[in-house]
């Protein structure tokens, strides 16, 4: 989770909703990310997404069933959809988002082989987007 929050950092400083995410495989980190939705201009470009993808074009495959996404906040929908079809092993995510966050709608938007944790680094993330938005606000 530190190497998705240092992802979520390089996120910040370039003005980007500071969301991180890395992908693991057999202990090792396969792909990391940021969000980029306003350096891409592509609503699409949220950290979990470009980790997932670049998870598969280093494995040479579309399925991620021995992969681990660690995600500074909870994903949306949309990024817990790709998880899905990517059938992923394992999501951990640090931090909740009550407002656009999956869980919201349920957990069966996950892939029901999907192993999920929450809670690391809550407080370290959290507190990055709080500060994000205040910072947005003034």
Same mark, same amino acid.
């Given at each position: 989770?530190?190497?998705?929050?240092?992802?979520?950092?390089?996120?910040?400083?370039?003005?980007?909703? $500071?969301?991180?995410? /890395? /992908?693991?495989?057999?202990?090792?980190?396969?792909?990391?990310?940021?969000?980029?939705?306003?350096?891409?201009?592509?609503?699409?470009?949220?950290?979990?997404?470009?980790?997932?993808?670049?998870?598969?074009?280093?494995?040479?495959?579309?399925?991620?069933?021995?992969?681990?996404?660690?995600?500074?906040?909870?994903?949306?929908?949309?990024?817990?959809? =790709?998880?899905?079809?990517?059938?992923?092993?394992?999501?951990?995510? =640090?931090?909740?988002?009550?407002?656009?966050?999956?869980?919201?709608?349920?957990?069966?938007?996950?892939? $029901?082989?999907?192993?999920?944790?929450?809670?690391?680094?809550?407080?370290?993330?959290?507190?990055?987007?709080?500060?994000?938005?205040?910072?947005?606000?003034?």
């Amino acid at each position: 989770m530190k190497e998705a929050y240092k992802q979520a950092l390089y996120a910040l400083e370039e003005g980007e909703l $500071p969301i991180g995410a /890395v /992908v693991v495989s057999q202990n090792k980190i396969i792909a990391r990310a940021y969000n980029q939705t306003e350096k891409l201009n592509d609503v699409t470009a949220h950290a979990e997404i470009l980790a997932i993808t670049a998870a598969e074009n280093y494995l040479g495959n579309k399925y991620l069933h021995e992969c681990t996404l660690y995600v500074t906040v909870e994903p949306c929908v949309m990024c817990a959809g =790709a998880s899905y079809w990517a059938q992923l092993k394992r999501l951990v995510y =640090a931090t909740a988002d009550p407002k656009r966050g999956f869980r919201r709608f349920g957990s069966t938007l996950l892939h $029901p082989k999907t192993e999920m944790e929450s809670g690391i680094l809550a407080h370290e993330c959290s507190e990055l987007l709080r500060e994000f938005f205040l910072n947005k606000r003034n």
